[in-house]
């Protein structure tokens, strides 16, 4: 077993992991590799293990990064998954190793958690343990943290726009969503065709750019949901559980 680069050259030949057993989400995950081609463009790496399981890290500079952080010179994770049967062999931080050799011209590495476990975020716990520290805070529970590599590395934070947490829509649902995930993609759609039939007012809101995912009013960008204006979860939610909140 090794760890191989997903590239330009063979993206449409390999798998990238997240939806290998989930046939309804095989849209998102074109959406997603066209994502990923353009972000190759920006100096995005996405690499995981040559098998089939759920064991990848993607990662790009910050100021490429579709995420409202300020973090000039370092690298930013997209999203680190070890999961099922490849569990505690070390791969978590093999691919973590890969990220900072990638990164060690750089000022360090920085990443989105929480202060306890969350789907979606990179775990805390195995991060402290890799030498990252906590950097900033944004309610109600998102953590920056960062490995840096020096002790003058600057210290990376949330901009200030990925504190505000609300959105002047009016009464409503409003998911945010980019193409970086595939499920966020599926779910999307899903909602979209909710919102018909919804007697709740439900807008599905694609971030497209860079720029826009940078100026976000939350600090997760790949899927964020406002119920009335105010944020409530960067969790997916399937069809049940939209249903589930508009009904409480």
Known sequence: M???????????????????????????????????????LEGLKFKRLNERGKVFIEYLPAENAWVPIHAPGYMIINCHWVAGRFKGQGWGKKLL???????????????????????????????????????????PYFELLAKRFHPSSPIPYFRDNAKILKVDLGAGLDIYYTAQCPFAVNYAQEALLLSKDSSVPIR????????????HNCPITSYSVFLNGTFITHDILNKAKLIKLLSN
Request: aromatic share 6%.
């Open 204 to 215: 599905v809101h694609q971030i497209t750019s860079k720029e826009q995912a940078q100026n």
């Open 97 to 139: 190793e890969e990220c900072e050799n990638d990164a060690k011209n750089m000022h360090g590495i920085a990443v989105i958690s929480s202060n306890k476990k969350k789907p979606y975020l990179s775990d805390r716990n195995f991060l402290l343990k890799n030498g990252f520290e906590v950097c900033d805070t944004a309610s």
């Open 2 to 40: 090794k760890i191989i680069d997903i590239t330009d050259d063979n993206i449409y030949k390999e798998h990238i992991c997240c939806s290998l057993s989930d046939k309804q989400s095989e849209s998102g995950v074109h959406c997603k590799k066209e994502w990923l081609k353009n972000q190759f």
